[in-house]
């Protein structure tokens, strides 16, 4: 059982229940034109993603990772009208291709992109009073991922949801003594998310067309 069986699985699953649209098709192919790294989720987890953001009934998201916008357009299509996405992304390029494929998924009305470092982005939405989210979406680069569950967690209505991608990384996330900074990022997000007392947690290993990986669940409680 290994990638191949994961992937026609996924496949067959994907047919029945998470097909790829145009829009999604379209966000897809224009991503791999411009080069962009394939790292976006699959379509199962692009429809996973959406129905907690539907079970949220989550009118505000903030989505950290941008990359060509797929998830973005899974989990805009989720938001009721006059809901709201905020998407992050350090790479300039990544935002513009996917401004382009989410104005062809006719999302532009909902979905704003803030260009610039996660750390460097969030101070500046404090700032400006942005928030609270619903639904928080953590997909960016790993070596911060600890730093931004703490700004998720300042982010988050009581009872919000955060969703993080990549917490189990073929498993290499049981090395304690990796020097991969990503590794090492997980590996204190995890540990953050074990000792903080105001969410329930939990994570999910994944197989699929994207390998071997996990989400984290964190449920922001409504009373600390
Ligand atoms: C990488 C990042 C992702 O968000 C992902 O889902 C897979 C891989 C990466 O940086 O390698
Ligand atoms: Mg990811």
Redesign the pocket.
């Known amino acids: 059982m290994s990638q191949n069986v994961w992937t026609e699985v996924d496949n067959y699953i994907c047919g029945l229940l998470a097909p790829n649209d145009p829009a999604l098709q379209a966000a897809l192919k224009a991503s791999e034109a411009a080069g962009l790294?394939a790292?976006?989720?699959s379509a199962t987890q692009g429809k996973f993603l959406y129905l907690l953001a539907r079970l949220m009934r989550a009118s505000n998201i903030l989505e950290l990772?941008t990359l060509g916008g797929y998830s973005t357009i899974w989990l805009a299509r989720a938001l009721p009208p006059k809901g709201r996405l905020l998407t992050v992304d350090a790479n300039p390029k990544h935002t513009e291709v996917a401004r382009s494929n989410v104005a062809f998924a006719g999302l532009s009305d909902c979905v704003e992109f803030h260009v610039g470092p996660g750390l460097a982005v969030l101070p500046r939405l404090a700032r400006e009073g942005r928030g609270p989210f619903d639904f928080i979406f953590i997909?960016a680069?790993?070596s911060d991922m600890p730093e931004y569950f703490d700004w998720a967690l300042r982010f988050s209505r009581p009872g919000g949801l955060i969703i993080a991608?990549?917490v189990i990384r073929d498993g290499k996330v049981l090395d304690a003594s990796t020097t991969d900074a990503?590794i090492q990022g997980v590996r204190r997000f995890n540990e953050r998310l074990a000792a903080e007392k105001t969410v329930s947690a939990t994570e999910l290993q994944t197989v699929g067309s994207?390998g071997y990986?996990g989400f984290a669940m964190a449920v922001v409680l409504t009373e600390a």
């Open positions: 790294p790292i976006q989720v990772g997909d680069n790993k991608d990549n990503d994207k990986d």
